[in-house]
């Protein structure tokens, strides 16, 4: 298959994330909106372009008081820096369906490499004659390393708030005409 540009089919896709809490259980939350741009050959992704913003005021942990904190000065700080950007510098196959995609991501004002294992779930035409792709990602960023460093000593000695938060991805995406 050629080249093709595929956007997110929003209704189904997901991106969450999961941090260890007073470091005995793990929160949940997602970002609710995101957009990419693709172009790529899904079955061979080793010579796609990748580029993925997350609208970082959308975070939603189910909890409206820790939300409304992750979005000020302590963590995200998203009226100074509103979005996180991803763009893929390099893609290796692992094997089969399953690619290591590396690239830099800007969080905070800082832009590191990091590296998500991602999988091609598959490719299908849905009933009206569109042209579908799935892939699932998944990696860890640690918060630290992006000038997030908000935290509080515990009694124990331990921490509030992990520094890995892990990545999980889930994008069906539609190919453009």
Same mark, same amino acid.
């Given at each position: 298959?050629?080249?093709?540009?595929?956007?997110?089919?929003?209704?189904?896709?997901?991106?969450?994330?999961? &941090? *260890?809490?007073?470091?005995?259980?793990?929160?949940?939350?997602?970002?609710?909106?995101?957009?990419?741009?693709?172009?790529?050959?899904?079955?061979?992704?080793?010579?796609?372009?990748?580029?993925?913003? &997350?609208?970082? #005021?959308?975070?939603?942990?189910?909890?409206?008081? *820790?939300?409304?904190?992750?979005?000020?000065?302590?963590?995200?700080?998203?009226?100074?820096?509103?979005?996180?950007?991803?763009?893929?510098?390099?893609?290796?196959?692992?094997?089969?369906?399953?690619?290591?995609?590396?690239?830099?991501?800007?969080?905070?004002? &800082?832009? *590191?490499?990091?590296?998500?294992?991602?999988?091609?779930?598959?490719? #299908?035409?849905?009933?009206?004659?569109?042209?579908?792709?799935?892939?699932?990602?998944?990696?860890?960023?640690? *918060?630290?390393?992006?000038?997030?460093?908000?935290?509080?000593?515990? #009694?124990?000695?331990?921490?509030?708030?992990?520094?890995?938060?892990?990545?999980?991805?889930? &994008? #069906?995406?539609?190919?453009?005409?």
């Amino acid at each position: 298959m050629a080249k093709s540009t595929w956007v997110i089919d929003a209704p189904h896709s997901s991106l969450d994330f999961s &941090i *260890r809490h007073l470091m005995v259980s793990n929160v949940k939350g997602a970002f609710h909106n995101f957009s990419a741009k693709v172009v790529a050959d899904p079955e061979d992704l080793t010579t796609a372009e990748i580029e993925f913003v &997350i609208d970082l #005021e959308s975070v939603d942990t189910r909890n409206k008081d *820790r939300d409304e904190h992750l979005r000020n000065a302590d963590f995200f700080d998203v009226e100074q820096y509103p979005q996180m950007l991803f763009r893929a510098t390099s893609i290796t196959r692992v094997k089969g369906n399953e690619y290591d995609v590396t690239g830099d991501v800007t969080l905070h004002g &800082i832009t *590191r490499s990091e590296t998500f294992s991602v999988t091609f779930e598959g490719m #299908e035409k849905d009933p009206w004659g569109n042209v579908k792709s799935g892939f699932s990602g998944k990696g860890v960023l640690n *918060r630290s390393d992006y000038g997030l460093t908000y935290n509080a000593i515990l #009694e124990t000695g331990g921490i509030m708030v992990g520094d890995q938060v892990k990545i999980f991805i889930e &994008i #069906e995406a539609a190919q453009q005409a």
